[in-house]
């Protein structure tokens, strides 16, 4: 059913989950993976208000050291699929216009190659931190044209009070 599925991936334990379960799914399907790395290179703020900031840390350098963040990421997780025996590539992709949303760069992306399915991990934030933080998977979630799974990270929860 599934022959292309994109696995988005940040480097976090959630999103190493999401890798794990679309292993699994494309060595049942017999699917290729295409793993992808979106790197925001948008200036920060700080860098942006704060001239002497750039000065001791250039711009350039900064968007140099994300995209070669993403690189040995993207290295690694191929490593893990191609060692299971599933069949990756990866690319990386570049957001930096104001404006532009890393869910977005995944909708495109999962267009251009063209997946199956998008897999993704959720931390399952909820109330004002999932206002402040935002989430690229509910953001994917509302514009995706292809099907989402979404792999919820682990959550600690406190025993319910009586």
Do not use: C
């Amino acid at each position: 059913m599934y022959k292309r599925i994109l696995v988005a991936i940040d480097g976090s334990d959630t999103s190493d989950l999401a890798l794990r379960e679309a292993i699994g799914l494309a060595k049942d399907q017999n699917a290729m993976l295409r793993l992808i790395h979106v790197v925001d290179v948008t200036p920060p703020a700080y860098m942006a208000a704060e001239v002497t900031v750039a000065v001791h840390f250039p711009l350039a350098e900064y968007q140099k050291a994300l995209k070669e963040s993403g690189e040995k990421l993207l290295k690694t997780r191929a490593t893990t699929a191609r060692e299971a025996g599933v069949n990756v590539d990866t690319k990386l992709i570049t957001v930096g216009m104001v404006g532009e949303r890393i869910y977005e760069a995944i909708e495109e992306q999962s267009k251009q190659w063209p997946a199956n399915l998008i897999v993704v991990g959720t931390e399952g934030r909820r109330g004002f931190q999932r206002l402040m933080i935002g989430s690229v998977a509910e953001g994917l979630v509302r514009i995706s044209t292809k099907p989402v799974l979404l792999i919820r990270g682990y959550v600690t929860r406190r025993p319910p009070t009586e």
